[in-house]
């Protein structure tokens, strides 16, 4: 039970994509920054892409930009991102905003996931040492 996700990598160069930014978590909603450098050690610039789904089932939950329809991701091809943050804008509704390389700050909306079915499976108690 459960899932993952593959990252990408740059056909011509090879060069992978990687998740170094902190990822941010918020009523159900999980999101995180993956960048894909270019490659040059002098001038450090890459791709960045935002994604965010729904850490219950998996599923995307960002919004296009274009319609609402939900979008696997959102690339920012003006520079990796360099910061991101779920930001809480009321009744029940989240936004991630990010930061990149460029100094551009980017907001995107996401669908409510439908419902938290999440149990606690177990219980562990910590003692405390005195």
Avoid: H
């Avoid at 990598?9 to 918020?26: C, G, K, L």
């Avoid at 850490?55 to 003006?78: C, E």
């Amino acid at each position: 039970m459960g899932w993952y996700f593959d990252l990408w990598a740059d056909s011509i160069t090879s060069i992978a994509s990687r998740v170094y930014i902190n990822p941010d978590v918020v009523s159900g909603i999980a999101a995180f920054a993956v960048n894909l450098p270019n490659g040059q050690p002098c001038t450090p610039s890459g791709t960045g892409a935002i994604l965010a789904f729904d850490f219950a089932t998996g599923k995307t939950v960002l919004k296009s930009r274009t319609t609402n329809d939900a979008t696997a991701s959102r690339i920012d091809g003006s520079g990796v991102i360099t910061d991101l943050s779920l930001i809480n804008i009321g009744a029940g509704a989240l936004d991630v905003q990010s930061g990149n390389s460029a100094g551009t700050v980017n907001t995107d909306e996401t669908i409510p996931p439908k419902s938290i079915n999440l149990k606690r499976l177990n219980w562990r108690e910590v003692p405390n040492v005195e």
